[in-house]
């Protein structure tokens, strides 16, 4: 069983920063795919960034491509959101989700999920 556990959300105005972490335990090895979502109230769940473990292409979304970056410490299994420049339309419940086949930006493609983490951005 693979447990993952978002951290990091926040209330931060416009043009701001917040980093999220995803702590990962469990039977970790057996997972391929990484990925960020986020769900905002009345709005389905987009995928916002991921990656395959094999190798190190990154995706992101075009709504946030050049504002955030994806990142992993295998030594603390842990995936990071680094996310700048933040925008209102930002705002959601960002989620960690991980599944044992390819990188891909559709929720429905993800075994896994954390309990979610709420980022703001308001003035």
């Known amino acids: 069983q693979v447990q993952l556990v978002e951290s990091g959300g926040g209330l931060v105005q416009p043009g701001g920063s917040l980093r999220l972490s995803c702590v990962m335990s469990g039977f970790t090895s057996n997972l391929y795919a990484i990925g960020w979502f986020r769900q905002a109230p009345g709005k389905e769940r987009e995928g916002v960034s991921c990656?395959?473990?094999?190798?190190?292409?990154?995706y992101y979304s075009d709504s946030v491509k050049g504002r955030f970056t994806i990142s992993r410490d295998n030594a603390k299994n842990t995936v990071y959101l680094q996310m700048g420049g933040l925008k209102p339309e930002d705002t959601g419940l960002y989620y960690c989700a991980a599944q044992d086949g390819g990188a891909s930006m559709k929720a429905e493609n993800y075994e896994y999920w954390g309990q979610g983490t709420q980022v703001t951005v308001s003035s």
């Open positions: 990656f395959s473990v094999s190798d190190t292409n990154t």
